[in-house]
């Protein structure tokens, strides 16, 4: 282990900051990744091609006029891939938009089940506000469905930029110092500093913001007398988990590898290495070696690293989209610090310590002065429980035992090019019919060379009938032919896809118009929904292992108070402003899940779902026998409104003043209190079941569980307000007998019987000793437990 040792004036050492460690040499190390590189792409040369001229039928890139069967014949670009590709893009984006958050978190504890709403809630607002979360949606959508593959990278990034601080002020006064206004300028403007006079007249200081950071300040005057401050400051730009979508090529791992995560016996078919591809302009190299994270490069290496220029040779898959688009590559910058380099982050399994065991390392490596950048053990970059790399991905085909899935581009290449060759034919007849070849006599007076007619013209012959002839070309049976072929290609392109009418909302043509009703559409359309519901599960995985990884990271790099604003937030009762303690709101272990399909993600079929439910739960049966009560058709209606993009808040009240709290069940509520914090929720099992729960748990041994005695309070406050429910229902039930009694009043002519149950407790406020419980019971296990 290396380390860099500092020590002050009195020789105490007050610093102690590692470099990369490692018994290696960094010229083999450079090497050897760049070694790896060059197998790893010698090794899917012939794939690169294939997926580069696939890429290009999508793109509908021709070169505008073939020259067969003769010059200038059709060569047109059909649209049936790009069609077919663009719709299940654009379905996955809107499957996965429809739901925020993208994943929910699940305790693995019970304990940390009050902390999966703020777990979700700070990722999504890390995934959309604080990043573009959704072009990563529509960069891993389009890899997944053209590549077959989709491979984001998810590190935790911390840049700093140096900003300049301006600030225009009224000028001075006649009789005002400038120290006394500058003064109260700073004040104001940075309270939390600590500032220091540089100058004795006051027009330069010294700033020191609370995180330690120095800067300075300088005042200036204009033209026109007013004050000017002026200074530069290093600010924090971004701090968090971000997300970056790697393009096919700019992923590399071994042949025959079947993911990229860490092999061993428990995923046999990991890949021994992964090597990621970007190009940083040599100003990102500077800045990142004079902030230490790259700590092996010397001033001998930065001069190499300046001469140096990325040229990108081997990229000829971009190269060729550059020919293919018409794009001129950029010619190589005058200014030094604007040229790229190839980088390459590679994580490797090594042995580190020559004691025959391999453990997971990190190399950056540069490509073109073949240098190290930085060595690191893996889990100290990206720590998590079981350790993994930063890595998730996604096949739309799985293929067993590979990485590399089968993409729609390649799905659709056959009958692609079937359809253009089918195409291109009728069009060619076409031609032929309208522009056919003729004959002539050889002694006739027409001149032997080849002559091309245009509408309207004459050409002078002794006898035109028997001095030339044209064929005739029939071209009914050509385009039969072709209509036909283009029909049996259409549908097998349908049922490869299962994106036929029927999954476009229409009725197949020739079908009987009975199935144009919306119970039939519906059904149908349910039977070609297994390979999409599939297709969409797969990418669904993939943000589970992002989210997954963003909470480790949430974990271990947060800073320890974060606040953050929900966005989009639906309920305008609930505060949007949040905080989140790491070691108090995310420790724990946490798994991912989601709840979108295929129907979920439609918001018509979510519409009429609902609808559905509501025609059901809403009759007067299920009122009657108490399976549907108030609160659950208000919290019903508020999701059918929210169906419709609407805030039915707006439009609706709540039946009673909790209807929006959701239902829990008395262990969720204990282990609420046992964790300190008040349950907020109605009981899932009724008022009576619940507080039946409640005063069997106080009589049991767990209650030595509430070690505290505001926990034994706070279980005390809670069973009060259970009780009170009870009470509530009770009083209900005896209106209702007692209006049926009398001809249908609904309280009778006394009226409701008087509320004797004990109020809510208040903040600063103490209970009474005895506690209000249905059928008695529990309050004597309370106080000898308090």
């Known amino acids: ?43 899917r040369v012939d794939d690169t091609e294939l997926r580069l001229q696939r890429y290009a039928k ?21 649209p049936d891939i790009m069609t077919d590709v663009l719709s299940l893009e654009d379905t996955l984006h809107n499957a996965v938009m429809s739901n925020r958050p993208i994943a929910n978190a699940r305790a693995v504890q019970k304990v ?32 997944f469905v053209m590549d077959g593959v989709t491979t984001a990278y998810v590190p935790w990034v911390r840049e700093d930029r140096k900003v300049s601080i301006f600030r225009s002020y009224k000028g001075l006064e006649p009789n005002e110092l400038p120290i006394e206004k500058f003064t109260a300028i700073l004040g104001q403007e940075f309270a939390q500093h600590q500032i220091f006079q540089l100058d004795e007249q006051g027009w330069d200081w010294e700033l020191i913001d609370p995180e330690g950071q120095k800067f300075g300040i300088k005042f200036y005057t204009s033209k026109d007398g007013e004050i000017e401050m002026i200074g530069k400051q290093s600010v924090r730009i971004y701090d968090g988990p971000k997300i970056i979508m790697k393009e096919y090529e700019d992923v590399l791992c071994p042949p025959r590898s079947a993911n990229l995560r860490i092999p061993g016996p428990s995923n046999p078919g990991g890949a021994t290495h992964v090597i990621l591809v970007d190009h940083p302009s040599v100003d990102e ?32 898959v971009k190269d060729q989209k550059d020919v293919f688009q018409g794009t001129t590559k950029a010619l190589e910058p005058d200014d030094d610090t604007h040229k790229t380099l190839t980088r390459y982050l590679c994580f490797d399994v090594y042995d580190l310590d020559k004691n025959g065991e391999n453990i997971d390392m990190m190399w950056w490596v540069l490509k073109e002065p073949k240098l190290l950048l930085k060595a690191k053990v893996m889990t100290e970059m990206y720590p998590a429980d079981p350790p993994r790399r930063p890595l998730a991905e996604a096949n739309l085909i799985p293929v067993a035992g590979r990485r590399e899935g089968i993409g729609l581009l390649e799905m659709l290449e056959t009958t692609h090019d079937l359809k253009k060759q089918i195409f291109d034919q009728g069009i060619d007849a076409g031609t032929l019919q309208n522009m056919p070849f003729g004959f002539y006599r050889a002694t006739s007076n027409i001149k032997p060379e080849v002559m091309r007619m245009l509408p309207g013209d004459m050409m002078p012959l002794s006898d035109p009938q028997s001095d030339v002839h044209f064929p005739n070309l029939s071209a009914n049976n050509s385009q039969a032919f072709t209509l036909n072929i283009m029909s049996m290609a259409d ?48 990418f669904m995985m993939m943000w589970i292992e992002i989210f997954a990884q963003i909470h480790e990271l949430n974990q271990h790099f947060l800073p320890e108070q974060k606040k953050f604003r929900i966005m989009g937030i639906t309920d305008p009762r609930k505060d ?30 979510q519409q009429d ?18 399976i549907s009560t108030p609160e659950t058709i208000y919290r019903m209606a508020l999701d059918w409104g929210r169906a419709h993009g609407q805030r039915p808040e707006k439009y609706i009240n709540e039946p009673s003043p909790d209807a929006s709290l959701p239902p829990i069940l ?38 030595a569980f509430m070690d505290s005695p505001g926990k034994i309070t706070m279980l005390r406050t809670y069973m009060s307000g259970v009780a009170q429910r009870i009470k509530q229902e009770e009083i209900a039930k005896a209106a209702g007998v007692q209006g049926q009694g009398s001809g249908g009043s609904a309280q009778g002519a006394g009226g409701p019987p008087p509320d004797t149950s004990q109020p809510q407790v208040q903040d600063n406020e103490l209970l009474d000793e005895s506690l209000p419980t249905a059928g008695g019971g529990g309050n004597g296990a309370l106080q000898g437990a308090q």
């Open 1 to 43: 282990m290396a380390e860099q040792l500092e020590f002050d004036e009195q020789g105490i050492r007050r610093n102690r900051r590692r470099k990369s460690e490692g018994k290696f040499k960094n010229e083999d190390i450079a090497n050897r990744v760049v070694d790896f590189v060059k197998q790893d792409s010698d090794a």
């Open 58 to 78: 999508f793109r509908m890139w021709t070169d505008g006029g073939d020259d067969w069967p003769w010059e200038g014949s059709s060569d047109i670009g059909l």
């Open 112 to 143: 940390n089940a009050d902390k999966e709403d703020l777990v979700d809630d700070l990722i999504d607002t890390q995934m959309f506000v604080e990043q573009q979360g959704e072009k990563a949606v529509e960069e891993a959508a389009s890899a």
């Open 285 to 316: 190299i500077q800045r990142l070696v004079k902030s230490d994270f790259y700590d092996l490069v010397s001033t001998k290496d930065m001069k190499r690293i300046l001469e140096g220029s990325d040229n990108q040779t081997e990229e000829e």
């Open 491 to 538: 549908a097998m392109q349908e049922k490869l896809t299962v994106r036929g009418d029927l999954q476009l909302g229409r009725v197949p043509i020739g079908r009987s118009s009975a199935l144009r009703t919306s119970q039939n559409l519906q059904s149908l359309m349910a039977a070609g929904e297994a390979r999409p519901e599939r297709i969409l599960r797969r």
């Open 576 to 605: 949007p402003y949040r905080e989140v303690e790491v070691l108090k709101d995310l420790k724990g272990r946490f798994q991912f899940d989601f709840s979108v399909n295929v129907l979920n993600a439609s918001k018509i079929a």
């Open 609 to 626: 779902s609902l609808e559905k439910l509501m025609s059901v739960y809403s009759t007067e049966l299920m009122l009657t026998l108490g």
């Open 666 to 703: 008395a262990e969720e509520a204990l282990t609420q209190i046992m964790g300190g914090q008040m349950p907020q929720g109605t009981p899932m099992e009724g008022p009576q079941q619940h507080m039946a729960k409640l005063q069997q748990f106080i009589q049991s041994d767990q209650m």
